[in-house]
T-cell receptor
């Protein structure tokens, strides 16, 4: 079955700097890759997603890149702000059973 | 637009007591529905998912069960809670591949 690895588990960056979180997956047939942000005590919320027919997608300060050949995708946050502090989860969609396979999460800490 | 509700928001239950958590979705029909559990500081563990009324798939064998009595209603139950059942229970719905989460129920078993 699909396996998703997410790195790093914790990332601390200075406010205003960029943050990058990377996920690798095993099933080359996968074609949908969402990213979720979970603030403390809240539900995970979709922040950006990408499908296998594109290599990059941007939404203001966040972007996702996908390398299907290498089977990895990354979340990029530029000009980080205190409100970006949260846990970020990547996921990969399985067509066979309508499930998302989740990464273990990255705790992003923005230092003032 | 679609909305997903969960209740209760918080729950404190003694070990050995029963459990019933409810999730309902508005604004869509025939959604895929999911129950997840999240232990403190941990990731998302899929417990059950359903692609239609009465169709439940279990991912983790344990003392929990799920039912889908109506198209947009998903219920998580237990006959006897264990200490290890404590956690943040999240319901999610999907119309295809993207999943959207409810506000969650924080369960503490004492």
């Amino acid at each position: 079955g699909e396996n998703v690895e997410q790195h790093p588990s914790t990332l601390s960056v200075q406010e205003g700097d960029s943050a990058v979180i990377k996920c690798t997956y095993s099933d080359s047939a996968s074609n949908y890759f969402p990213w979720y942000k979970q603030e403390l005590g809240k539900r995970p919320q979709l922040i950006i997603d990408i499908r296998s027919n594109v290599g990059e997608k941007k939404d203001q300060r966040i972007a996702v890149t996908l390398n299907k050949t290498a089977k990895h995708f990354s979340l990029h946050i530029t000009e980080t702000q205190p409100e970006d502090s949260a846990v970020y989860f990547c996921a990969v969609f399985m067509d066979s059973n309508y499930q998302l396979i989740w990464g273990a999460g990255t705790k992003l800490i923005i230092k003032p | 637009s679609q909305t997903i509700h969960q209740w209760p928001a918080t729950l404190v239950q003694p070990v050995g007591s029963p459990l019933s958590l409810e999730c309902t979705v508005e604004g869509t029909s025939n959604p895929n529905l999911y129950w997840y559990r999240q232990a403190a500081g941990r990731g998302l563990q899929l417990l059950f998912y359903s692609v239609g009324i009465g169709q439940i798939s279990s991912e983790v064998p344990q003392n929990l069960s799920a039912s889908r009595p109506q198209d947009r209603q998903f219920i998580l139950s237990s006959k006897k809670l264990l200490l290890s059942d404590s956690g943040f229970y999240l319901c999610a719905w999907s119309g295809g591949d993207t999943q959207y989460f409810g506000p969650g129920t924080r369960l503490t078993v004492l």
